[in-house]
């Protein structure tokens, strides 16, 4: 079969035989150069990379009666009359070394007691921290919800029908021929993945506005059996979400904070081993949960070497590259195999701002030392831990709120997001500062942000 190539050239580079005949014999000199004047700007059009900005996002706040102290979590924990006292002194091990304050928040549904978990309820969950994100985003930017073109929203364990992307439509009257998307079962990395898929879709449908959703669940998926591996997701998810406003429109640069410069995704699916160390499943009681394995930190670190080696290239100065390789060169020519003689390139040199996925206390203490990160680039997303736990997918945007709510947002300053999840999963995101990022009344962090950084012990 003959295959035909097409080459995209500009105008300009065609003779004058070449131009009539591509705009038609017998046309006049003013004709030509009309022509000539149309195919240009076609061909601009199409070559000019199209640029991706965010517009504003903002993160759901719990009431203060969502709130759930250390020790009234405990004493519901104490309560339960199917767990056995080893679960019990499990759960309260981890939750002390968890780095987890008094303020963070889970559905009033699972403070009863016994715990209530019905469909009603997580309903109700999702509604309210969907609903609250979205009106407040567009409220703050003064958006028509039918001014939305694309879509996407993420909530890993609960995927409902109709879709939680049905159900934003539904509740804010948005347009028939709105593209919309929904993902579950993409764990904690799903607000990068969001973001990549926003990215691919605005680069397509030129100057179209996308509304991301990222959230999760707890309510159904509260784990009530005696597995340690399962009863760690009760000691650390916490309620959240976030709205995020992404366009690819020039006309929005004005008022956008931040420009997309890259989005970096690796999957290890394929490995056993790393396909199984976040998984859902039943216990030997026939109670569902999500297991994490002891693999988890392992498996993380594999992964953000995979990243990483894909992002570098992209972002690190070719003097950072240039040692690393050479690096590299000596340890196999010198057979030194130790991770310790290693170079690691220097991640700073390409990022003023770090924002790390708060799977836990020691997804932190990994990054920080994989990275040779310091206190304060680790600050703002330990400090989401401590405030508000982890909230999954939406866990990056709160330490990227943090980071305004502190002014340290300047014009020109790059920032990673980098976030892991099951399958397994490591995404990462890196954004540029358009201007300076003043703070507004819709930051979660902005009435108690003086109070931090607060000291978490080292337990």
């Given at each position: 079969?003959?295959?035909?190539?097409?080459?995209?050239?500009?105008?300009?580079?065609?003779?004058?035989?070449?131009?009539?005949?591509?705009?038609?014999?017998?046309?006049?000199?003013?004709?030509?150069?009309?022509?000539?004047?149309?195919?240009?700007?076609?061909?601009?059009?199409?070559?000019?990379?199209?640029?991706?900005?965010?517009?504003?996002?903002?993160?759901?706040?719990?009431?203060?009666?969502?709130?759930?102290?250390?020790?009234?979590?405990?004493?519901?924990?104490?309560?339960?009359?199917?767990?056995?006292?080893?679960?019990?002194?499990?759960?309260?091990?981890?939750?002390?070394?968890?780095?987890?304050?008094?303020?963070?928040?889970?559905?009033?549904?699972?403070?009863?007691?016994?715990?209530?978990?019905?469909?009603?309820?997580?309903?109700?969950?999702?509604?309210?921290?969907?609903?609250?994100?979205?009106?407040?985003?567009?409220?703050?930017?003064?958006?028509?919800?039918?001014?939305?073109?694309?879509?996407?929203?993420?909530?890993?364990?609960?995927?409902?029908?109709?879709?939680?992307?049905?159900?934003?439509?539904?509740?804010?009257?948005m347009r028939s021929n709105i593209k919309s998307f929904n993902l579950s079962g993409m764990g904690c990395a799903a607000g990068v993945l969001s973001v990549g898929l926003a990215n691919d879709l605005l680069k397509v449908h030129r100057g179209s506005l996308a509304l991301i959703i990222s959230t999760e669940a707890l309510n159904t998926h509260w784990y009530i059996g005696k597995g340690r591996s399962m009863l760690l997701t009760n000691c650390l998810f916490r309620m959240g979400a976030a709205a995020i406003l992404m366009s690819s429109d020039n006309h929005d640069r004005g008022?956008?904070?931040?420009?997309?410069?890259?989005?970096?995704?690796?999957?290890?699916?394929?490995?056993?081993?790393?396909?199984?160390?976040?998984?859902?499943?039943?216990?030997?009681?026939?109670?569902?949960?999500?297991?994490?394995?002891?693999?988890?930190?392992?498996?993380?670190?594999?992964?953000?070497?995979?990243?990483?080696?894909?992002?570098?290239?992209?972002?690190?100065?070719?003097?950072?590259?240039?040692?690393?390789?050479?690096?590299?060169?000596?340890?196999?020519?010198?057979?030194?195999?130790?991770?310790?003689?290693?170079?690691?390139?220097?991640?700073?040199?390409?990022?003023?701002?770090?924002?790390?996925?708060?799977?836990?206390?020691?997804?932190?203490?990994?990054?920080?030392?994989?990275?040779?990160?310091?206190?304060?680039?680790?600050?703002?997303?330990?400090?989401?831990?401590?405030?508000?736990?982890?909230?999954?997918?939406?866990?990056?945007?709160?330490?990227?709120?943090?980071?305004?709510?502190?002014?340290?947002?300047?014009?020109?300053?790059?920032?990673?997001?980098?976030?892991?999840?099951?399958?397994?999963?490591?995404?990462?995101?890196?954004?540029?500062?358009?201007?300076?990022?003043?703070?507004?009344?819709?930051?979660?962090?902005?009435?108690?942000?003086?109070?931090?950084?607060?000291?978490?012990?080292?337990?």
């Amino acid at each position: 079969m003959n295959q035909t190539t097409i080459h995209i050239v500009s105008p300009f580079s065609l003779t004058m035989s070449e131009l009539k005949t591509l705009i038609g014999s017998g046309g006049s000199v003013v004709e030509i150069f009309a022509g000539l004047l149309v195919l240009h700007l076609i061909y601009q059009r199409i070559r000019t990379r199209v640029k991706v900005y965010l517009l504003d996002f903002t993160c759901y706040r719990a009431p203060d009666s969502n709130r759930v102290p250390m020790s009234t979590l405990i004493e519901t924990i104490y309560l339960d009359d199917k767990l056995d006292q080893e679960s019990i002194d499990f759960q309260a091990r981890i939750l002390e070394r968890s780095w987890l304050s008094n303020q963070t928040s889970i559905p009033p549904s699972l403070m009863e007691i016994p715990l209530k978990k019905s469909l009603s309820s997580v309903q109700i969950e999702t509604m309210t921290t969907i609903f609250t994100s979205v009106e407040d985003l567009l409220k703050k930017n003064k958006l028509s919800p039918r001014s939305i073109d694309i879509l996407i929203t993420n909530c890993s364990l609960h995927s409902p029908t109709p879709s939680l992307s049905a159900m934003v439509i539904n509740k804010f009257h948005m347009r028939s021929n709105i593209k919309s998307f929904n993902l579950s079962g993409m764990g904690c990395a799903a607000g990068v993945l969001s973001v990549g898929l926003a990215n691919d879709l605005l680069k397509v449908h030129r100057g179209s506005l996308a509304l991301i959703i990222s959230t999760e669940a707890l309510n159904t998926h509260w784990y009530i059996g005696k597995g340690r591996s399962m009863l760690l997701t009760n000691c650390l998810f916490r309620m959240g979400a976030a709205a995020i406003l992404m366009s690819s429109d020039n006309h929005d640069r004005g008022n956008a904070k931040y420009e997309l410069l890259h989005v970096v995704r690796t999957n290890k699916a394929k490995d056993d081993r790393a396909y199984r160390c976040i998984y859902q499943d039943i216990d030997s009681e026939e109670k569902q949960g999500v297991s994490i394995t002891k693999d988890v930190i392992s498996v993380a670190g594999e992964m953000l070497k995979m990243n990483l080696t894909s992002l570098g290239p992209l972002v690190l100065p070719y003097l950072e590259q240039f040692q690393y390789v050479i690096q590299r060169i000596l340890n196999k020519k010198l057979k030194i195999y130790k991770s310790s003689s290693s170079y690691t390139p220097n991640f700073k040199t390409a990022f003023e701002h770090f924002c790390i996925h708060t799977g836990g206390r020691a997804v932190i203490q990994s990054m920080e030392m994989n990275l040779n990160l310091t206190k304060e680039d680790i600050e703002p997303s330990k400090m989401t831990l401590h405030r508000f736990g982890n909230t999954s997918s939406s866990s990056i945007w709160y330490a990227l709120s943090y980071l305004e709510a502190k002014r340290r947002m300047k014009e020109g300053d790059r920032v990673l997001q980098i976030a892991f999840g099951s399958g397994f999963k490591c995404n990462s995101a890196v954004w540029r500062c358009i201007r300076d990022v003043e703070p507004n009344t819709e930051n979660k962090w902005l009435d108690f942000i003086d109070s931090y950084p607060v000291d978490v012990p080292l337990l």
